[in-house]
């Protein structure tokens, strides 16, 4: 019996692997700008208003100018945050910090690798799976954010 030749071999499993299709990565993308206006309708950041009002309260309370003057600033650039995110003008960083304990178990339920902000290019390799509904979901977005949202998109 003839010892097969190891070059030969190797160059059998190259073509193999060479025609072997490319494994399908999922990812899981969404519409930023819905995102922007869920989040800031959202139970979540209603809570740190909340909690920014209270502190402003007590600033005025006890007449507190530097702290209320503070988080008046607070306010005013998170309010321009918003407006420069909803125009795409700005990352959304504080966003994805927020929805960042929701990711995996969207991820999870989507079947993705990965949740991503902004794919530009993908290859025929990936596949792209809409999650913003998702997203909406583990946001709490009531009906009335959703209309919004369905103008935007």
């Known amino acids: 019996m003839k010892v097969p030749d190891l070059a030969a071999i190797g160059l059998i499993a190259a073509l193999a692997v060479a025609q072997a299709p490319a494994q399908t990565v999922r990812v899981g993308t969404f519409h930023k700008a819905s995102i922007v206006v869920a989040f800031y309708r959202s139970p979540l950041w209603a809570e740190s208003l909340k909690a920014k009002m209270a502190e402003m309260a007590v600033a005025k309370a006890a007449n507190d100018t530097k702290k ?17 995110q909803l125009a795409g003008e700005a990352p959304i960083t504080n966003i994805l910090e927020a929805l960042a304990p929701g990711l995996p178990e969207i991820a999870k339920k989507a079947r993705v690798a990965m949740i991503v902000a902004d794919l530009p290019y993908a290859d025929s390799s990936v596949e792209t799976v809409d999650v913003t509904d998702m997203l909406l979901d583990w946001l709490k977005a009531d009906e009335r954010t959703r209309t919004i949202v369905r103008g935007l998109q």
Request: charged share 20%; proline share 0%.
């Open 68 to 84: 209320v003057q503070e988080l008046d600033a607070w306010g005013n650039a998170h309010q321009e945050t918003a407006h420069q």
